[in-house]
């Protein structure tokens, strides 16, 4: 497993926008685009997209898609804290390492 420091949040986290005009949105992240520093997050950034038709697709018209955005303008969002915080790393009892909540320690990863 590759380990990628530019993209601090990963597939699943909840997290909430910062900064730009989804600020104060929050959602879960559909996907980590770790090359470019982008993250796709449910319901942020909404695009509208001409679909064209495939072999794939039957029907063509125009979808919603979320575009991804710069990770900067994410933040990991603790539901304990109810805001946006930072991950720190903490050591559980059986010497596995998670990342938790810097504020309130609330463990992150399940
Ligand atoms: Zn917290």
């Known amino acids: 497993m590759s380990h990628d420091n530019r993209v601090h949040v990963r ?12 600020k104060g949105h929050k959602g879960r992240v559909l996907r980590v685009i770790p090359d470019k520093s982008r993250v796709v997050v449910e319901g942020a950034n909404v695009v509208k997209k001409h679909q064209r038709r495939t072999p794939k697709v039957m029907q063509s018209g125009i979808i919603e898609k979320e575009a991804p955005l710069a ?9 304990k804290c ?13 010497g596995r390492s ?5 504020k309130c320690g609330e463990v992150i990863d399940r």
């Open 11 to 22: 597939k699943g986290d909840m997290v909430a926008i910062i900064s730009g005009k989804n």
């Open 71 to 79: 990770s900067a303008n994410v933040m990991l969002f603790c539901s």
């Open 82 to 94: 109810d805001r946006a915080t930072r991950a720190g790393t903490r050591q559980l009892e059986n």
């Open 98 to 102: 998670v990342r938790a909540c810097k």
